[in-house]
């Protein structure tokens, strides 16, 4: 079966340092990866999605970044983090079933606090 | 663009009480859909899912959503909530071919 592992759980750092999260996916290939942010209240929004290794499509431009180095590895990453990046960061895979239809499952997700 | 909307940020039931939380899309194509259940200081879950066929779907934990393609939505239902049933309960779309889209989600706080 499938998994999908996120690291850390928990991140405090200070404004101005970089970041960087990781997430792993296990028991499929070539998976379409996304990274969100979820805000109370506001639900999720998507930052970044991979349909492949170095494919890297941004959905809102911000501070962050993301890499795809690996089918199963998905990196989001800032040079610098300020305030507003604080939030709930969610890891999530997407495979093509049969007949075209979609799945997506989540990862544990990452609590940054920029401090 | 497409989008999903929730019509309760927050609803508050006794246990017991029927649930309906409602979801509606903006898009009149092909469509697959989905309801994910956040409980307290867990994962997102996928709670049901519907691509075709029968519009009734059931989920786990004895939730059901019905698709009426006419009207664009995709509400949860159950008929009678448990206090394990707080959670934040999020609808989502995704076209052929392009990415999911979220609702904002309802909170849902069950009493005991």
């Known amino acids: 079966s499938q998994t999908i592992h996120q690291w850390p759980a928990t991140l405090v750092q200070p404004v101005g340092s970089p970041l960087s999260l990781e997430c792993t996916v296990e028991?499929?290939?070539?998976?379409?990866l996304y990274w969100y942010r979820q805000a109370a209240g506001r639900g999720l929004q998507l930052l970044f999605y991979?349909?492949?290794?170095?494919?890297i499509s941004s959905e809102v431009p911000q501070n962050l970044s993301a890499s795809r180095p690996q089918d199963r590895q998905f990196i989001l990453s800032s040079k610098k983090l300020l305030l507003s990046d604080s939030g709930f960061y969610l890891c999530?895979?997407?495979?093509?079933?049969?007949?075209?239809?979609?799945?997506?499952?989540f990862g544990p997700g990452t609590r940054l606090t920029v401090t | 663009a497409q989008s999903v909307s929730q019509h309760n940020h927050h609803v508050i039931l006794s246990e017991a009480a029927s649930l309906e939380l409602g979801c509606n899309y903006s898009?009149?194509?092909?469509?697959?859909l989905f309801w994910y259940v956040q409980y307290p200081g867990q994962h997102l879950q996928l709670l049901l899912k519907?691509?075709?066929?029968?519009?009734l779907v059931k989920g786990i934990k004895g939730f059901e959503a019905e698709f009426i393609k006419s009207k664009f939505s995709f509400n949860l239902r159950k008929p009678s909530v448990q206090w394990s049933d707080t959670a934040e309960y999020f609808c989502a779309v995704i076209l052929y071919g392009q990415n999911f889209v979220f609702g904002p989600g309802t909170r849902l706080s069950v009493l005991p």
């Open positions: 898009y009149g194509g092909t469509v697959n």
């Open positions: 028991g499929t290939s070539n998976p379409n």
């Open positions: 991979s349909v492949g290794i170095g494919q």
């Open positions: 999530a895979w997407s495979v093509r079933r049969t007949g075209g239809n979609y799945e997506q499952y």
């Open positions: 519907y691509f075709s066929g029968d519009p």
